[in-house]
């Protein structure tokens, strides 16, 4: 009886993780960003986070566009734009969704494996592992490649080139704000000495009219 059980308990564990590792096909719906598409299955759009990868910011509603934020959302979208085919696949050490209820998934491009060519061009980093998911281990070999040859985002002299950009428009805050406050004081200084002028003319006009 054991034996039959312990057989029954193999057979279910095989046919969950082949559902698991299944790849759906679905259609394109809409782009977001980088790490995150909509897309239809079975009749419903789903929006999925692409398992494994972090992107640049470049919608988020509280975190100003990060470098490459854009390139790694135009490059994203064009890729799922322009597939004649896309599939989900689902990895059995994974949820199946996260706490925004969005879809975790690996995401294939008429075969090409999305995650990975986004890591490959240097659009991304590996990201929230939270399990032995089955293409991280290719991912981290293709993101050590592309931080080799300063591929995208990885490009030192690119993130200098932003952080200077960044020193610039500081320092033209900065400049701004003491060219009001100049401008202010400047008007603050002016109508000081005309109120003290009128004070000092009202107070001779009335020493003179005692006079009188």
């Known amino acids: 009886m054991r034996k039959v059980l312990f057989i029954i308990f193999i057979l ?3 046919i969950l993780t082949a559902n698991a590792e299944e790849k759906i096909n679905v259609s394109f719906s809409d782009c977001v960003d980088g790490d995150t598409a909509k897309f239809v299955m079975n009749e419903e759009i789903i929006k999925v986070r692409f ?3 972090d992107t640049p910011e ?4 509280t975190k100003e566009i990060e470098a490459f934020g854009k390139e790694a959302s135009d490059f994203t979208c064009d890729k799922i734009k322009n597939a004649k085919k896309i599939q989900l696949e689902f990895d059995a050490n994974s949820s199946k969704t996260d706490k925004y209820e969005r879809y ?3 995401v294939w491009v008429d075969d090409y494996l999305l995650q990975d060519l986004i890591i490959s061009n240097g659009f991304g980093e590996v990201a929230y592992l939270y399990g032995d998911y089955k293409y991280t281990d290719l991912l981290k070999d293709h993101e050590e490649i592309a931080k080799s040859k300063k591929i995208g985002m990885w490009n030192e002299n690119i993130e200098n080139l932003n952080k200077d950009k ?6 033209c805050i900065c400049i701004l704000i003491l060219i009001i406050l100049f401008i202010l004081s400047k008007k603050f200084r002016k109508k000081t000495i005309n109120k003290v002028k009128r004070k000092i003319k009202k107070e001779l006009k009335d020493e003179i009219t005692k006079e009188i």
């Open 12 to 14: 279910i564990s095989s």
């Open 51 to 53: 398992l494994a990868i």
């Open 58 to 61: 470049s919608v988020h509603p």
């Open 104 to 106: 975790l998934a690996w």
């Open 166 to 171: 960044n020193n610039i428009v500081f320092y």
